[in-house]
């Protein structure tokens, strides 16, 4: 079986770190050496052997460091020149520090004491760095702790919320429930009083947040289920373009003359038949069918009047 390799700098790292480690630990076995590395006892031996070859200039027995461990546990000597444990580099400590930031955001869900600890650990930190290092702006970090303070208490919150699928901003009262990550971007979820239903919402396009007085107790969470919207529609053609807004597939509608299509939004469904150019024609619910009319009526006015190129 062939042996691991570690890469030039991962051995070299770790031979960094084996020093001070040793000196703490003067005769400590092969095998658990290697474990506490999580590297292979080869690859370790590889280590101590290379080490013996490691000291000040000179290099002769006086200069170098002197190990022992022929007997399977390890004891090392003059190794003081290498005996202080390894600093973390800049990027380590930027790192440290905005992973920091984000326990820092998430300070109302966590105990009051560790709360303290994290902000004393991350000044230390940006100390060294020497340097202000941020991973959000103040606000949406204010936005967070507002919401994070509703979900400990059980309270609401009323925000300001951007929705790309209608295009507008509204004003909403939410009782939150949970902070959840997807893709890299922070959401959280929870009972819209506005809209009588459990949503999701994006962190980073919540405008404003503030306290409400309302309370967060739900009488009826039954009634919250987030009903999707139905239409049904003609299909003339689908491009590329349309069947992946539906998430459909060229054989989901292969042979097929009409279609019915399911959004949580109407105002997302009407956007998104509008942009099919033709290709759908909504045949139910009648309203839809004159709104979108209507709106495919203005654009064309306004082609006609010169107001778009």
Not at 58 to 63: A, F, K, V
Not at 179 to 206: K, M, N, P, W
Not at 247 to 271: C, H, K, N, P, Y
Request: proline content about 3%; overall charge negative.
């Amino acid at each position: 079986m062939a042996k691991e390799q570690s890469t030039p700098l991962e051995q070299t790292a770790r031979m960094l770190d084996l020093v001070p480690f040793l000196l703490a630990h003067q005769g400590i076995s092969i095998n658990d050496l290697a474990d506490h590395f999580k590297v292979d006892k080869d690859v370790i031996l590889d280590d101590l052997n290379t080490l013996w070859m490691c000291g000040l200039p000179g290099y002769t027995p006086l200069e170098l460091i002197d190990l022992a461990f022929d007997s399977g546990y390890v004891t090392i000597r003059n190794a003081a020149p290498l005996a202080r444990v390894r600093t973390l580099s800049s990027s380590e400590i930027v790192s440290l520090t905005l992973g920091l930031d984000l326990l820092r955001e998430a300070s109302a869900e966590i105990a009051p004491e560790r709360s303290q600890r994290i902000i004393e650990l991350s000044e230390k930190l940006r100390s060294i760095i020497g340097a202000d290092i941020s991973i959000h702006d103040k606000s949406q970090t204010t936005f967070r702790t507002v919401i994070a303070r509703a979900i400990k208490e059980r309270g609401s919150v009323a925000i300001s919320y951007f929705s790309p699928a209608s295009d507008r901003q509204s004003e909403r009262t939410v009782t939150p429930y949970h902070f959840l990550v997807e893709g890299g971007v922070e959401y959280f979820q929870g009972y819209c009083h506005t809209s009588s239903a459990i949503r999701t919402f994006r962190l980073d396009r919540v405008r404003a947040a503030t306290e409400s007085e309302r309370s967060g107790k739900l009488e009826n969470i039954s009634a919250a289920t987030g009903e999707k919207f139905r239409v049904h529609a003609a299909i003339h053609w689908m491009d590329r373009a349309t069947l992946e807004s539906f998430d459909l597939e060229l054989t989901d509608i292969e042979g097929l003359s009409s279609i019915t299509l399911e959004a949580f939004s109407e105002q997302w469904m009407a956007r998104s038949i509008l942009a099919s150019g033709a290709g759908l024609e909504v045949l139910e619910p009648q309203e839809l069918r004159r709104s979108i009319a209507k709106s495919a009526e203005v654009t064309m006015a306004l082609y006609d009047e010169g107001a778009i190129a």
